[in-house]
């Protein structure tokens, strides 16, 4: 089932088989766009509610909707220097869709969501689909994160072996990339009014996406139901976490949960290393910079379960709008979330 060969893959996909296919933001459940069969199967493997749209994965970055077998109608000037600037790479548009992106893919709605990813394998597999049957051409995949819904998403094969591996068919595939690079889910932007709205905060900042439109970018996270990710309670682990503002907040929580009962080897730290770890807790991830924080975050979450942790105290950092910071302080409070 575990594969080497980008063109199996390729083929495949094109087959209606599902491919577990690494990206530079974290691994990608991946199924034809444009078969109907192969989406409904990523929902029934993802255990995800139906009416949840998905991001269509294309490898090419020219976003013409006047080209046969686009997947959008039009493109804004906004969205096009966004899709300039930042593909291949961590950044989502939404877009008006095509009539190729059927209501399977954007759960009926009249937007379609689409990115290029910038994982070399990613990148080689989405092409030779264009190579092997290139009538169809641009190919798309659809690909959710590649867990179960609701729990935290894969930066490395394994963890999508995990939570995936035993509800895929024979003729599925999966890719190992290595650890994913990004280590966060992409920035989700709705392009369909007068200025960019952010969805979700992921691998592109804000800051990057203002500067790069010369626009402001309004901040939709909050915006409704349409995006799982979206829901208070989501990317969780199974261990209680606390947010620390600081280094003495954070061994507060600690002392606390000590003196509530909570056995200190069952506590999870998570902040950069400057950091303490109090006595006794596991420091759970201590990264020298934001980017290596945001690498690591999926992965601590879910060794803290592997572990047996209980409860995780983290500090997230500054969410300044630069790079990932705004993407890891979101993913950890809705973590943190009641449940
Ligand atoms: O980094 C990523 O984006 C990863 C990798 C695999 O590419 N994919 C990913 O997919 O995070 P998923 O399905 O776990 O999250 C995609 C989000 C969902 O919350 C979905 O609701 C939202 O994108 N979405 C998809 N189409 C949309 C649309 N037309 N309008 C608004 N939100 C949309
Ligand atoms: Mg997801």
């Not at 577990?20 to 993802?46: C, M, N, Q, W």
């Not at 990264?287 to 409860?311: K, S």
Request: glycine share 10%; charged share 20%; net charge negative.
């Amino acid at each position: 089932m575990i594969t080497d060969d980008p063109r199996a893959a390729a083929a495949a996909l094109l087959d209606g088989a599902l491919v577990i296919l690494p990206t530079e933001t974290v691994y990608g459940l991946a199924g034809r766009a444009d078969d109907p069969a192969a989406v409904a199967r990523i929902y029934a493997v993802k255990g995800r509610p139906s009416q949840h749209p998905v991001i269509v994965h294309v490898a090419d970055p020219r976003l013409d909707p006047s080209a046969p077998g686009s997947w959008v109608r039009e493109v804004p000037d906004y969205a096009r220097r966004l899709a300039d600037a930042c593909w291949p790479g961590p950044l989502t548009l939404v877009l008006p869709r095509s009539a190729r992106a059927t209501d399977d893919v954007t759960g009926g709605q009249d937007t379609v969501a689409i990115r290029v990813p910038a994982h070399p394998l990613a990148l080689v597999v989405l092409r030779a689909m264009d190579e092997i049957d290139p009538a169809g051409a641009p190919h798309g995949v659809a690909a959710p994160s590649a867990n179960r819904f609701g729990h935290v998403s894969p930066t490395m094969l394994a963890h999508a072996l995990t939570d995936l591996g035993g509800l895929l068919s024979e003729s599925d595939l999966a890719i190992d990339g290595g650890a994913c690079e990004v280590g966060v889910e992409s920035t989700i932007v709705d392009c369909t009014g007068p200025q960019p709205r952010v969805l979700r905060p992921g691998g592109v900042g804000v800051a990057d996406i203002e500067r790069i439109t010369g626009l402001e970018a309004l901040d939709a996270t909050a915006s409704g139901i349409r995006v799982p990710g979206a829901l208070p309670s989501h990317y969780a682990p199974q261990a209680r976490i606390a947010l620390a503002a600081d280094g003495d907040a954070l061994t507060a929580y600690v002392d606390a949960a000590v003196e509530g009962g909570t056995d200190v080897e069952r506590i999870g730290v998570i902040a950069m290393s400057g950091a303490p770890t109090p006595d006794g807790a596991q420091r759970l991830l201590a990264p020298e910079t934001v980017d290596a924080y945001a690498r690591g975050l999926y992965d601590a979450l879910r060794r803290a379960d592997a572990a047996g942790i209980a409860f995780i105290v983290a500090v997230p950092p500054d969410p300044d709008g630069e790079g990932v910071s705004e993407a890891i302080a979101d993913r950890l409070r809705r973590a943190s979330a009641p449940r």
